[in-house]
C-alpha cells in the first residue's frame, strides 16, 4: 500500500505566519492527492482536492501543490481557527491511505 | 443542508459486536457512497470501507474483511456499519463521510459525520 509521511509532526507559529505542510507519497499518486483538516474534538473537514482544488467554503488562505509524489498545503496567514491537525490521503491506489497527520500550534 | 448524522456511543465488551448508523440528509443518497473511517485515541485517520448507495456494492480494507458489514438502507436513507468480534483495540471514534458512487475512490470525502464513540472494554 501507498505511504504517505506527512511533515513536519508539528508546527509551531503564530496567528498571520505562513504554514507550511507536506505530504510525501512512497509512489506515485498522481493529483489524487486530498487534504482534511480535523480540529479539537471534531470530525474531520475537507479542504482540497485533488491535489489543488478548494473543497466549497474553504477559504482563499488555503492552497494546495504537487503532483506525483510530492505535495504541499499551504495557508497563507494564520487565523486563530486555523490550529487543527491536517491529514493527506490518496485515492489513486488500492487501498485508500491517510498520512499520520501534521498539528498546527500556536 | 446536507449533513450526516451518526448513532450516539457504544460501550461494550470483547468479543461482542456493534451497529452503527448515519442518516444521510440534504442529497440524493443514491447518487453517493458512504465511506467508513476510525480514529483511536489520540491516532490518525484508518480507512475501513466503502458501500455504494446505489447498489449496495461493498469494498473493505483487508484487515477489517472478515469482521465489517457495510449496508444502507435507501427507503430510510442510512448507511450502517456493523463491526464483530470485538477487541479492546477497536476502542475509537468511527466516521461516517459521503464518498464516490461507483468505486471507492472515485472522489474525496467531502461531507463527515459527527463520529460515534465506541469503547470496548475487557
Known amino acids: 500500500e501507498i505511504v504517505l509521511t506527512q511533515s513536519p509532526a508539528t508546527l509551531s507559529l503564530s496567528p498571520g505566519e505562513r504554514a507550511t505542510l507536506s505530504c510525501r507519497a512512497s509512489q506515485s499518486v498522481s493529483s489524487y492527492l486530498v487534504w482534511y483538516q480535523q480540529r479539537l474534538g471534531q470530525a474531520p473537514r475537507l479542504l482540497i482536492y485533488d491535489a489543488s482544488n478548494r473543497a466549497t467554503g474553504i477559504p482563499a488562505r488555503f492552497s494546495g501543490s504537487g503532483s506525483g509524489t510530492d505535495f504541499t498545503l499551504t495557508i497563507s496567514s494564520l487565523e486563530p481557527e486555523d490550529f487543527a491537525v491536517y491529514y493527506c490521503q490518496q485515492r489513486n491506489d488500492w487501498p485508500p491511505t491517510f498520512g499520520g497527520g501534521t498539528k498546527v500550534e500556536f | 443542508q446536507v449533513q450526516l448524522v451518526q448513532s450516539g456511543a457504544e460501550v461494550t465488551k470483547s468479543g461482542a459486536s456493534v451497529k452503527v448508523s448515519c442518516k444521510a440528509s440534504g442529497y440524493t443518497f443514491s447518487n453517493y457512497g458512504i465511506t467508513w473511517v476510525r480514529q483511536a485515541p489520540g491516532q490518525g485517520l484508518e480507512w475501513m470501507g466503502w458501500i455504494s448507495a446505489y447498489n449496495g456494492y461493498t469494498k473493505y480494507a483487508q484487515k477489517f474483511q472478515d469482521r465489517v458489514t457495510m449496508t444502507t438502507d435507501t427507503s430510510t436513507t442510512t448507511a450502517y456499519m456493523e463491526l464483530r468480534s470485538l477487541r479492546s483495540d477497536d476502542t475509537a471514534v468511527y466516521y461516517c463521510?459521503?464518498?464516490?458512487?461507483?468505486?471507492?475512490?472515485?472522489?474525496?470525502?467531502?461531507?463527515w459525520g459527527q463520529g460515534t464513540k465506541v469503547s470496548v472494554s475487557s
Open positions: 463521510a459521503r464518498g464516490g458512487l461507483r468505486y471507492w475512490g472515485e472522489k474525496a470525502f467531502d461531507i
